[in-house]
């Protein structure tokens, strides 16, 4: 995972309100999860960090949580997990990274 310097950043929806690290659900009814303060997150093709790297998330990022699938376990802010969480299709993002308030799975399996 990309990790640069631990600054605190408020999170802006799309209603341009400040969520400030809270789950937000978007008008389309797409739940967000917030990116942990202060990191910058490498995104990858697949769930570990042998993976490409895809993008790196930018300080403050909102994610959507699609679907989850073990792989590589990575420790992070949130804890130690081996879940992934697919943002995109054929984008992934260690769940030790996104504030999903739970150890466990929030969303189907990835296929």
């Not at 400040?18 to 093709?45: D, H, M, Q, S």
Request: charged share 15%; with cysteine; glycine share 14%.
């Amino acid at each position: 995972m990309g990790v640069e310097e631990n600054t605190v950043v408020a999170v802006t929806t799309d209603t341009g309100a400040a969520a400030a690290g809270e789950v937000t659900t978007l008008a389309a009814g797409t739940v967000v999860y917030p990116i942990a303060p202060g990191y910058r997150v490498n995104v990858r093709r697949g769930p570990g960090t042998q993976y490409g790297i895809v993008r790196t998330l930018p300080y403050g990022m909102s994610v959507p949580v699609y679907c989850q699938k073990p792989g590589e376990r990575v420790s992070g802010p949130y804890g130690t997990s081996n879940l992934w969480d697919n943002i995109a299709n054929g984008q992934f993002v260690s769940d030790a990274y996104v504030k999903t308030g739970s150890d466990g799975y929030i969303a189907p399996r990835c296929d």
